[in-house]
T-cell receptor, first 112, second 115 residues
Framework: DQQVKQNSPSLSVQEGRISILNCDYT??????FLWYKKYPAEGPTFLIS?????DKNEDGRFTVFLNKSAKHLSLHIVPSQPGDSAVYFC???????????FGSGTQLTVLP | EAQVTQNPRYLITVTGKKLTVTCSQN?????MSWYRQDPGLGLRQIYY???????DKGDVPEGYKVSRKEKRNFPLILESPSPNQTSLYFC??????????????FGPGTRLTVL
């Protein structure tokens, strides 16, 4: 069974600064992690993922870091923009081949 | 355009009145699932389907039913809705190999209120 925890329900950051969103997981058997972004009145959309064979994956302003020994991953957004304001969910595989367990989400607000 | 559609988008109903939320995808995906989103709890999986006629319970299946008679459709059925099923519901689909975890497409959501 996989548990995924996002302990910060909200985060406010000034435009141009770095946003760091954190996520912890419990099961070391799984080796693939994802971040989704959700705007109000829309469904979540995939943002970035990381495999456990890496400790970092970068896509433009978004970088995900994986610390396997600590069972921790983090999403860095640099520089943060007002359009990044959304709820961010981390997710990890659980159960069957394509089941995902999601964290509770972090509401990011980027202040202009 | 590749998409997952859900209907209705908003629904207010009363306790005990059966309802169905439809979900359809046009990407020929094998795997479909339903989630509910509640404040502080994130997305929790209700049911999923690996393919036609293959369905299984997720983490919170009580009070829900699903069916998968066609590959593109995966309706969510509430036989006797109760107020604790008031929530925001999302349908999602994915297909292909394991590397397609990142291609899990979500519908726009259905806001359900049970009075």
């Amino acid at each position: 069974d996989q548990q995924v925890k996002q302990n910060s329900p909200s985060l406010s950051v000034q435009e141009g600064r770095i946003s760091i969103l954190n996520c912890d997981y419990t099961n070391s058997m799984f080796d693939y992690f994802l971040w989704y972004k959700k705007y109000p009145a829309e469904g979540p959309t995939f943002l970035i993922s990381i495999s456990s064979i890496k400790d970092k994956n970068e896509d433009g302003r978004f970088t995900v870091f994986l610390n396997k020994s600590a069972k921790h991953l983090s999403l860095h957004i640099v520089p943060s923009q007002p359009g990044d304001s959304a709820v961010y969910f981390c997710a990890a595989p659980s159960g069957s081949a394509r089941q995902l367990t999601f964290g509770s989400g972090t509401q990011l607000t980027v202040l202009p | 355009e590749a998409q997952v559609t859900q209907n209705p988008r908003y629904l207010i109903t009363v306790t005990g009145k059966k309802l169905t939320v439809t979900c359809s995808q046009n990407m020929n995906h094998e795997y479909m699932s339903w989630y509910r989103q509640d404040p502080g709890l994130g997305l929790r999986q209700i049911y999923y389907s690996m393919n036609v006629e293959v369905t299984d319970k997720g983490d919170v299946p009580e009070g829900y039913k699903v069916s998968r008679k066609e590959k593109r459709n995966f309706p969510l059925i509430l036989e006797s809705p109760s107020p604790n099923q008031t929530s925001l519901y999302f349908c999602a689909s994915t297909g292909g190999e394991r590397s397609s975890y990142n291609e899990q497409f979500f519908g726009p959501g259905t806001r359900l209120t049970v009075l």
